[in-house]
């Protein structure tokens, strides 16, 4: 029993070690993405759509396609 209970610490800890991973990587992409908005002059939707893209393309986003404003 002991060998088990050793092992689902085991995996709990590296449950929260990954989902730390992911949470750093969210906040370095948002940073990143705020930092190109302001050094480029881009608008912050623009910033908010290539963060979409860049937090799909790491499997961890919204796989909805981002809504289109219609032209008028």
């Given at each position: ?10 995996a ?20 990143s993405?705020?930092?190109e ?36």
């Open positions: 029993m002991k060998s088990r209970a050793i092992t689902e610490d085991v709990k800890k590296k449950r929260e070690a990954l989902e730390f991973a992911r949470g750093a990587r969210f906040w370095l992409n948002l940073r993405s705020l930092d908005c302001r050094a480029h002059g881009i608008p912050l939707a623009e910033a908010k759509r290539r963060l979409e893209a860049r937090l799909v393309a790491e499997g961890h986003g919204s796989k909805k396609a981002p809504r289109r404003r219609a032209a008028h």
